[in-house]
């Protein structure tokens, strides 16, 4: 190892906690790991951080990892590097991560709101977020731990950022419980298979379970299977893989049939196994988070 390959190295293993240090020094591609990660760091040239400095804070960020040498393996260190120079406010940095980063956020902001307008106000918002200094505390950018793609940690945060403004200004970003239970999917929930009266209280107890939802959700269900957008397009929006998306949906459904029985039992007080009954009722063997209600489709 070259001389300012072990300086780097020892720089890390110092910054990254007692027993992480203890299991990096025994790993045997921990040392080549760290001289890839600070050469690509170094790549950035102009925007790149002081070697030293970044090999500081690559071992700060390893020690929340409960797997080290894993996160090295998985590291984005020239994300990281960016992420670093641009929250000590280095220039260059700063220009690479908008042509790098803020700017490929318009196309999944117009997804949410179509306005050019929008999307301005959300990325000067977003840009003052990141890059402006913060009375004590550290920028928001040091959080960001390179174990994944800068572009997709960035675009979590204007997407939340826009549903909040969108909130803020009176506009419904997130669906509306009305309108989801309105559209079910084709060969799901077919309400009119029960008498009236049930209907009536399923369709209530699941607008109730839909509003108790946080706005991210809401909003996931409502570009699926309202905008009927597909996972893919869905994964363009979120610059997440459509693989990530199809789980979260999952996630959303079973937590919505939970929330529907639980709703369901408090309306009518009734004990589990009546709850059962009245949604095998509903459609057959209903179970919420298999039905085509909520099924995802790809």
């Given at each position: 190892m070259h001389g300012a390959d072990a300086e780097s190295?020892?720089?890390?293993?110092q910054s990254a906690g007692e027993q992480s240090s203890l299991r990096l020094r025994e790993a045997p591609g921990a040392r080549a790991a760290v001289a890839r990660a600070v050469s690509q760091a170094a790549a950035l040239r102009s925007a790149a951080?002081?070697?030293?400095?970044f090999a500081r804070h690559l071992g700060a960020q390893l020690s929340r990892a409960p797997d080290p040498m894993r996160a090295l393996e998985r590291l984005h260190a020239r994300d990281l590097a960016l992420a670093l120079s641009c929250a000590q406010g280095l220039p260059a940095a700063c220009e690479l991560l908008e042509q790098e980063v803020l700017l490929k956020l318009r196309v999944p902001l117009s997804r949410i709101h179509p306005s050019p307008a929008f999307a301005d106000e959300v990325l000067q918002v977003l840009r003052a977020n990141l890059l402006m200094p913060r009375e004590e505390a550290p920028s928001r950018l040091l959080g960001y731990s390179g174990m994944g793609p800068l572009l997709h940690w960035v675009s979590i945060s204007a997407v939340r950022l826009a549903l909040r403004m969108r909130k803020a200004q009176g506009e419904e970003s997130h669906v509306e419980?009305?309108?989801?239970?309105?559209h079910p999917a084709p060969g799901g929930l077919e309400l009119g298979f029960v008498r009236e009266e049930a209907r009536g209280h399923v369709r209530a107890a699941f607008i109730r379970a839909v509003a108790s939802l946080d706005d991210e959700d809401r909003e996931l269900l409502r570009l699926h299977f309202v905008e009927r957008l597909s996972l893919e397009r869905m994964g363009a929006l979120f610059d997440l893989h459509k693989s990530t998306l199809s789980r979260r949906l999952s996630a959303v459904q079973t937590l919505l049939e939970k929330r529907t029985r639980r709703a369901l039992?408090?309306?009518?007080?009734l004990p589990e196994p009546e709850v059962d009954s009245l949604m095998r009722a509903i459609h057959g063997r209903l179970d919420l988070s298999l039905s085509g209600l909520l099924a995802v489709r790809e």
């Open positions: 190295f020892e720089l890390v293993v951080p002081q070697p030293s400095t419980a009305e309108v989801l239970a309105a039992a408090e309306r009518l007080s």
